[in-house]
């Protein structure tokens, strides 16, 4: 399968044969959508299926955090449109199709189209077309407002203070906001001349039979005075907006998949788009194009979503690690500040630039409370070279790898004891207890239910700092010709593995704890954690084969993946957000460790069954699912409110498709060990960039 061509093909119906459930999500693909959603980078229209927004949670138009469309009702004589087509052409563009009016002699007397586009700002083109054989007058309205709600307030349901002040001008209507001079507009422009008021275009029209009437609206965000107006305007389908790389360029760069087992193609495919979707447009803020963490929650710069994200890329895109890794590096901490949970060194967790941030309310402006974003930075730069011979980066970057080795063996190890522990300094109620990737507030829990208290050691984090020090080693060695740095740090991971595997193992549980919290005191709970020790390497190969056997107990595999808390445990609940539910990412990384360490037919199994359950949710991974066992019904459950899509999960099946492959890149060259589970048939990958050179993997 070739990967180029038009988006809008993979955008629509699946094959005849398909056995893809309907349902909510992104880029559905039945015939009309439950909701509509069309994305730009920090700019997203979120809408029901006929194209309308009458403010329900995350629905509206929203730029860089803010919404900027709370209201959005288009009715035809006094009533809204019955659909008959909602879908997307492009992550960026859809179209609406529908009826209006009674049903004549030959059936509805209106048709109307809305044809949308997200570019930085977002424009909609209105068509009503007279379908009888007489002329009929036709009033046309379009009921908009802006609540201008941080994305924050929206999330929690709630409502900014203050008012919104509305200005009608030739043409267009200017609603306008301002929070402790923070100040935000939204201009809404009509091509056509209506009658104009604070909340609402109206036009009356007299259609001659089996004419139309056509007009376009232009919807500009201005953010303390900077217009972000739409870049895609009338008749734009099959156009992109101004990536560095448009996503059919994006698709020809990736390797050409070939594969007999059809999920794996489609799977591969969308991947690949949501991945280019998720991309943020570079700004006088960000430079570079780099992969938010998910719609709509998090359409952010995010330390630990987009790192991982372009880890699980690499193979197949190697320009948003570059992105991320430049990009976070500007951000790193240069100083103390508990509010944002910084230290000197310490790579953010996530960056704001909605309301609540620029006045100073929450403290993302950006926000450092990750405890494993900085070893997951220099594990990052480590295979990026590895992949791509970037030297020059690798130099360029090597004052911010230092800054990052420094957080690792001074402030982000609280009691000098050789782990990283965290807790949380700010005050805000917006931060976070957690700095861990299960960063949810009853995330960490003992046996009995109760939440373990800070300072908290979690296992993986260990794991990271473990594997940060031996990348760093190699990097300082061969790149920065600093053999002193490379050989202690050698000596500290070779330290840190020996009293990791002493205070984390449980020898009752036969496995490693969750974490140690402030008392010491093992947090001994069976969880998907230990698997991301296996891809860091810090457990003992004589201990791999049990930590790979305990992964794989039904209690944690639930046929479709490996469940964040063993159903065994009393804290469990398949709907449990990080006690029990399954994160695709998270399970991948678990195959990949049980690769590393030779037991590449077990990890076919839990991709096999990560594959399985992307072809359920149309071939698209949702940020996490349900974690009820599989059954004869062969259908994995929704979680409520899962992100859709999502950068790690998308990531996901490209981390697992490497895994199946057995790639590594080892002394400059691509090495590929496949071992595919049964029925897989024969996969072929050409066009892989290693090190500035194409090569194929059969």
């Given at each position: ?149 941080d994305v924050m307030e929206a999330m929690e349901g709630s409502r900014p203070p203050g008012r ?302 473990y594997d940060a020090r031996l990348r760093a080693a190699r990097l300082a060695r061969e790149i ?219």
């Amino acid at each position: 399968m070739t990967i180029s061509g038009s988006t809008a093909a993979w955008f629509g119906p699946p094959p005849a044969d398909s056995s893809v459930p309907s349902g909510r999500a992104v880029g559905r693909t039945s015939r009309v959508a439950e909701t509509l959603i069309v994305l730009d980078g920090r700019s997203f229209f979120y809408s029901d299926a006929a194209g309308d927004v009458e403010v329900e949670e995350a629905e509206g138009f929203f730029v860089e955090d803010v919404r900027h469309l709370s209201r959005w009702q288009l009715t035809v004589d006094g009533k809204p449109i019955e659909v008959l087509t909602s879908r997307l052409v492009d992550h960026f563009s859809a179209l609406v199709a529908g009826t209006a009016g009674e049903d004549g002699e030959h059936g509805p007397a209106l048709s109307v189209r809305r044809e949308r586009f997200a570019s930085g700002g977002f424009h909609e083109d209105l068509v009503v077309r007279n379908l009888t054989r007489e002329p009929r007058k036709v009033r046309v309205e379009l009921a908009f407002d802006s609540d201008f709600a941080d994305v924050m307030e929206a999330m929690e349901g709630s409502r900014p203070p203050g008012r919104v002040r509305g200005e009608v001008r030739k043409g267009s209507v200017v609603l306008s906001y301002e929070r402790k001079g923070y100040r935000r507009e939204t201009i809404v422009a009509f091509g056509r001349r209506g009658r104009l008021s604070r909340s609402n275009a109206r036009f009356d029209l007299a259609l001659a039979a089996g004419t139309e009437w056509r007009t376009c609206v232009d919807v500009t965000a201005v953010v303390q005075g900077k217009r972000r107006r739409p870049l895609l305007r009338c008749e734009s389908f099959g156009r992109d907006p101004k990536m560095p790389v448009p996503v059919k360029e994006w698709l020809a760069d990736a390797p050409e998949l070939e594969a007999d087992w059809d999920c794996l193609r489609h799977v591969y495919r969308r991947s690949l788009l949501d991945l280019a979707a998720l991309r943020i447009r570079p700004d006088h803020r960000l430079r570079h194009a780099l992969p938010a963490g998910g719609l709509p929650w998090f359409m952010a710069l995010f330390g630990r979503d987009s790192m991982l994200a372009a880890y699980q890329l690499l193979p197949f895109n190697a320009g948003l690690a570059e992105a991320t890794l430049q990009e976070l590096a500007a951000y790193q901490a240069t100083e103390v500040d508990h509010f944002r949970d910084a230290e000197p060194g310490k790579i953010l967790h996530e960056l704001r630039h909605g309301t609540l941030a620029s006045t100073g309310e929450i403290p993302h402006s950006p926000y450092y409370g990750a405890h494993d974003t900085t070893p997951l930075f220099l594990i990052l730069l480590d295979e990026y070279e590895r992949w791509t011979g970037d030297a020059v980066l690798v130099r360029k970057l090597e004052p911010e790898a230092r800054a990052a080795l420094a957080w690792i063996e001074g402030a982000g190890d609280l009691d000098g004891d050789g782990y990283l522990e965290y807790r949380k300094r700010s005050q805000s109620d917006r931060a976070l207890d957690n700095h861990c990737w299960k960063d949810s507030s009853g995330a960490i829990v003992f046996p009995d239910g109760r939440r373990a208290e800070p300072p908290i050691a979690v296992c993986e984090v260990q794991g990271y700092a473990y594997d940060a020090r031996l990348r760093a080693a190699r990097l300082a060695r061969e790149i920065w010709r600093d053999e002193e740095l490379a050989k202690r740090l050698e000596n500290e991971a070779a330290a840190l593995k020996e009293r990791f595997n002493c205070d984390f193992w449980s020898g009752r549980r036969r496995c490693y704890v969750l974490a140690l919290d402030g008392e010491k005191r093992p947090v001994d709970v069976v969880a998907s954690n230990m698997g991301h020790l296996l891809w860091s390497g810090i457990v003992p190969k004589e201990r791999a084969a049990r930590v790979v056997r305990r992964l794989l107990r039904d209690d944690l595999w639930s046929g479709w993946g490996i469940r964040t808390l063993a159903a065994s445990e009393r804290p469990y609940s398949p709907l449990g957000y990080h006690t029990g539910a399954v994160w695709p990412h998270d399970t991948a990384i678990c195959a990949e460790g049980m690769r590393r360490y030779g037991f590449a037919e077990e990890a076919g199994r839990v991709l096999e069954g990560l594959f399985a359950a992307a072809e359920a949710f149309s071939y698209q991974l949702p940020e996490v699912f349900a974690g009820f066992p599989r059954d004869a019904a062969n259908v994995p459950v929704e979680f409520p409110g899962a992100m859709k899509p999502q950068a790690w999960a998308a990531g996901a099946p490209l981390l697992g498709l490497r895994t199946l492959l057995g790639l590594d890149v080892v002394r400059g060259r691509l090495r590929a060990r496949p071992c595919l589970p049964d029925g897989v048939g024969r996969i072929r990958l050409r066009g892989v960039d290693v090190r500035g050179g194409r090569t194929d993997v059969r």
